[in-house]
């Protein structure tokens, strides 16, 4: 049932109720309906998405718009059609790398290309939905389906199952495995561990354009050491011995075939160095040559494989190279031409940028201090090369249009003001813009190649009748500034405040992540509604991003290469120090709360700083590098073999017991990325050494820890927690 809004006290006008933490994290959501995963169908008639239920935000369904009329229908109602059938392992936790593990239904979809059906995914089976309406089963094997995906001809689909690779005709057919032996350590068709977690590839195979071959991965875990993690729920406790790569332990063993829908396989040479990342695969326009990026294990040298797909003979057309004190970031911002050439993103120059590979030759397309965050389409032949990036500034991210037969300019075509993300169809006819402001909810729109919005998808306009209109006029507004790090950095804050009263002091939120990679928080984007509950508790709301955090460019991320918690430390220490400076903060009551890296950083700032913080709240921390995935530490740390004295200084076990202020720990119990040991080891150090601190664990509940209920109970303890210590102490 969804949670009801509390009824304005008498004498209150509409639109000033005061926020609960029941609605904030009740249905319908605040923000309003928000469709996601948007696609326009391949003629463009139909713009598809998946829309959460309005009296439960968890489960979505499938819906369509047509782009000509704006009329809309439901074409796949999850509950009328999934056979609410529990997940196997594997699925779950590809939806917990994926960020999605608290969604239901239907979380994925894939258009057939010849426009004629969508291929949906639903409770571990798949289903084939036209646009008459009809849904028909494709699957109906125990177990489950993963990665399923249309062929580009629209002739087939393929799915892993039970660790091999299966195609079926879509037109109708029994399936048939391509791969045989997968099973126990050996797995096709699937992204390993550290892929999904932190290379953000969540597949292990790719059709050729013809629908003819599919280059496969097929990867042995035997090599990965076992962690036998247990998943504490609340009626039982189940044992996963889970292969889990640690820090400087072995990886998986991956190799890279090209098997023909007859089942003949060919090897891709990946070369003689079997400790590698298969990083990104896909083919060229006309399927003559696969492109491989293949990543060194330190993460420095990133070559560009060229392999013949008849032979598996490879090639390098060329290689990427960090600084000495430096690594690679990959990306998804590249797009092979039809004339043979590639455009290419690099930080070569410090920033991502984009170039144009021909023939061993490059052009810089762009340049600036500023960063490419996505291309999202190529209209090969106006020249034209669409991109999202913070060229007008780090608080803001837009959609920009380069003109390659025009010397290369770059026109913004979103409006300033805003947070865009955006993606096109697959000619690059029409942009598909989601944007957000500190006042405005996320909106979608569809705009035409020079930004003109054509129709909104989703208005979302906070007006009566939205979700968040009673609360309206009690939102406060969001202050951005600047502050000075030791070495003189820039780092950028945002700040929501209570309606001050003169004289009166107030007690601060102070929210943090810290680490690199997708670590950017402060934006001119929504925040959601729990900050301004904060607010509307009597707290300030206060973050900064520091040193080491992305999309400031490779100088400002690599200050934290051999040294996380130190340079992030030193940064939130200044923005304490601001913070505490102002008039109407309350210098003594200033709380931090983090999650992930974040929780990591708040026991790094306990342990740096006493008596600085006020208390801290600890959420899903890293507590010892050595026990998280290789892929990620050694990115940022080394290896724990070559670099002990730098794990051993970033560690937060060795000082754990110089925390003297108010300390909540929090770990959900079946977490298999920040693996629950993490805050196991740090409770029995606090433990063993007499220093007190409270705890709240979660059974079964992963890295994740929310849901209807949870969420509740989650923030009721942190701010029972908080209010003790912090805001009603005197």
């Known amino acids: 049932m969804a949670a009801e809004a509390t009824p304005p006290a008498p004498g209150q006008p509409q639109g000033q109720q005061p926020l609960t933490l029941s609605r904030v994290f009740g249905s319908p959501d605040l923000a309003g309906p928000q469709p996601r995963a948007l696609q326009l169908s391949p003629d463009g008639t139909l713009l598809t998405s998946l829309r959460p239920r309005a009296d439960e935000k968890e489960r979505l369904d499938l819906w369509a718009r047509d782009t000509r009329t704006g009329a809309e229908r439901m074409l796949v109602d999850s509950r009328k059609v999934g056979s609410g059938a529990e997940l196997s392992e594997t699925e779950k936790m590809q939806r917990e790398r994926a960020r999605i593990a608290g969604s239901k239904g239907i979380v994925a979809y894939d258009w057939a290309p010849d426009g004629k059906s969508i291929l949906v995914p639903l409770d571990g089976d798949l289903y084939l939905a036209t646009l008459d309406g009809t849904v028909r089963k494709l699957t109906n094997q125990p177990g489950g389906q993963l990665n399923p995906t249309v062929s580009p001809n629209s002739g087939f689909i393929g799915f892993v199952r039970d660790q091999n690779l299966y195609v079926q005709p879509l037109a109708g057919g029994a399936p048939r495995a391509l791969t045989q032996d997968g099973g126990k350590t050996v797995h096709w068709g699937e992204a390993e561990f550290v892929a999904q977690e932190e290379m953000h590839r969540f597949t292990g195979y790719w059709w050729s354009p013809d629908d003819k071959r599919i280059a496969v991965e097929r990867f042995d875990e035997a090599p990965v050491g076992v962690v036998t993690r247990a998943a504490i729920g609340a009626n039982g406790t189940k044992v996963y011995d889970q292969r889990y790569p640690a820090a400087s332990t072995p990886n998986a063993l991956v190799d890279l075939y090209v098997v023909s829908l007859d089942g003949a396989q060919v090897k891709v040479d990946l070369g003689s160095n079997r400790d590698i990342y298969l990083a990104r695969v896909y083919w060229t326009p006309d399927g003559s040559a696969l492109l491989v990026q293949r990543e060194s ?43 043979g050439s590639l455009i290419w993103s690099s930080e070569r120059t410090g920033y991502r940028q984009l170039y144009r590979y021909v023939h061993g030759k490059w052009t810089a397309l762009t340049h600036g201090d500023w960063v490419v965050e996505s291309l999202i389409g190529v209209d090969q032949a106006a020249g034209k090369v669409y991109l999202v990036a913070n060229k007008d500034g780090p608080l803001e991210q837009h959609v920009y249009a380069l003109d390659m037969k025009h010397g290369n300019a770059v026109t913004r075509l ?78 950028y804050y945002e700040m929501i405040t209570p309606k001050l009263e003169p004289g009166k002091k107030y007690p601060v939120f102070f929210q943090h992540y810290g680490g690199p990679g997708t670590g950017q928080q402060v934006m001119r984007n929504w925040l959601g509604a729990l900050p ?37 430390v030193a940064d939130q220490l200044a923005g304490a120090k601001f913070i505490k400076s102002q008039p109407f903060v309350d210098p003594n009551k200033v709380a931090i709360y983090g999650w ?82 993490n805050s196991t080891a740090f409770a029995a150090e606090m433990q063993k050494n007499d220093r007190p601190f409270e705890m709240m664990f979660y059974p079964g509940y992963t890295h994740r820890v929310g849901g209807p209920g949870i969420s509740e109970h989650l923030w009721h303890t942190i701010l029972s927690f908080l209010d003790r210590n912090v805001k009603n102490k005197p």
């Not at 598996?312 to 590249?334: I, M, Q």
């Not at 801290?616 to 004295?645: C, F, I, N």
Request: glycine share 8%; aromatic share 12%; no cysteine.
């Open 532 to 568: 301004q509950y904060l607010v509307q508790h009597g707290y300030i709301f206060f973050q900064i991003d520091n040193r080491g955090s992305y999309n400031r460019g490779k100088a400002f991320e690599d200050q934290i290469y051999r040294a996380m918690g130190t340079v992030e």
């Open 414 to 491: 979103t409006e300033a003001g805003y947070w865009n993300t955006a993606t096109m169809d697959a000619a690059a006819s029409r942009i598909i813009v989601t944007r957000s402001s500190p006042n405005q909810p996320p909106q979608t729109y569809l705009a035409d190649t020079a930004g003109k919005r054509v129709a909104w998808i989703n208005e979302n306009a906070v007006v009566p009748g939205h979700p968040y209109y009673p609360y309206l006029a009690a939102h406060r507004d969001t202050q951005f500034g600047t502050i000075k790090a030791d070495d003189g950095s820039t780092l």
């Open 596 to 677: 992930s890296y974040g929780g990591y950083m708040t026991l790094k700032m306990l342990e740096a700083n006493q008596g600085v913080y006020a208390a801290g709240v600890s959420g899903a921390p890293v507590t010892k590098w050595e026990l998280y995935d290789t892929h990620y530490t050694e990115r940022y740390m080394g290896s724990p073999t070559k670099d002990a004295a730098a794990y051993a200084r970033s560690d937060a076990l060795g000082d754990a017991t110089k925390i003297a202020d108010p300390l909540l720990l929090i770990h959900g119990m079946a977490d298999d990325n920040v693996v629950f040991e």
């Open 297 to 339: 294990r330190d993460q420095k040298t990133l070559d560009m494989l060229s392999v013949d797909p008849a032979t598996g003979a490879s090639k390098v057309l060329f290689t990427e190279k960090s600084g000495v004190r430096s690594w690679l970031n990959l990306s998804d911002a590249y797009r092979m031409l039809d004339d």
